[in-house]
Structure formats: structure tokens, C-alpha cells
């Protein structure tokens, strides 16, 4: 089970992180990542984390704003966030990927139920 959590309404310029507790499953077996899905547009990949936390990857569009990363001894995935716009206002997902490492939301084997921040202008 995944849960997302750390969602909350911020203002333009704020920082944010959200964090993903795993559990049933032993969690430093699998890489992660996270995804956004604004309203009416596709779920799209934010960043992707390998399972040592060794391998980091981002959309290009993120990267420099955005750090994921995850702390295995507490079965925790991060994502933090900089320098928000409201263009980042979604649901932010995290998910599980057995196996190689991929970007792709169809890769993914598991989801959480996400959680949702808005950024005010």
C-alpha cells in the first residue's frame, strides 16, 4: 500500500514536500517514482528514484525545481518541491515499478491514491 501525503495550499514562489509512506511490502526492492495529473490532462511523469536511491531521473521541464528522493529504514519516498508555480497545482501520485527503472505511468505496477496541492498566484 502506498499513501501519499503533504498536499496543502501554497502560494507562488513556496516550497513543499510530499512524502509517500509504503507498506506490505519491502519497499528498497522496488524503484519509485512520482506523477502529477492536473485537471482535465493525462497523468504525467514528475521524477522516478532507482531502488538504492543511487539513479535519479526527472521530466526536463522539473528538473532544478524538483528532488525526489527516499529513506529505505523508513519505508518513505520525498518529493520536494521549489520555487512552485501554479502550473503545479495536480494530484501528485507515487508509484512502485518492479523490475527496470522506467518514466513511463503504464510501466508502474502500483499507486497510491495521491494527494492534492494547489499553488495560488
Known amino acids: 500500500q502506498l499513501v501519499e501525503s503533504g498536499g496543502r495550499l501554497v502560494q507562488a514562489g513556496d516550497s513543499l514536500r510530499l512524502s509517500c509512506s509504503a507498506s506490505g511490502r519491502p519497499f528498497n526492492s522496488y524503484h519509485m517514482g512520482w506523477f502529477r495529473q492536473a485537471p482535465g490532462a493525462e497523468r504525467g511523469f514528475v521524477a522516478a528514484?532507482?531502488?538504492?536511491?543511487?539513479?535519479?531521473y526527472y521530466a526536463p521541464s522539473l528538473k532544478g525545481r524538483f528532488t525526489i528522493s527516499r529513506e529505505n529504514a523508513k519505508n518513505t519516498l520525498y518529493l520536494q518541491m521549489n520555487k512552485l508555480k501554479p502550473e503545479d497545482t495536480a494530484v501528485y501520485y507515487c508509484?512502485?515499478?518492479?523490475?527496470?527503472?522506467?518514466?513511463?505511468?503504464?510501466?508502474?505496477?502500483?499507486w497510491g491514491q495521491g494527494t492534492q496541492f494547489t499553488v495560488s498566484s
Open positions: 528514484i532507482s531502488w538504492s536511491g543511487g539513479r535519479t
Open positions: 508509484a512502485l515499478k518492479r523490475g527496470r527503472i522506467a518514466t513511463l505511468a503504464a510501466d508502474f505496477d502500483s
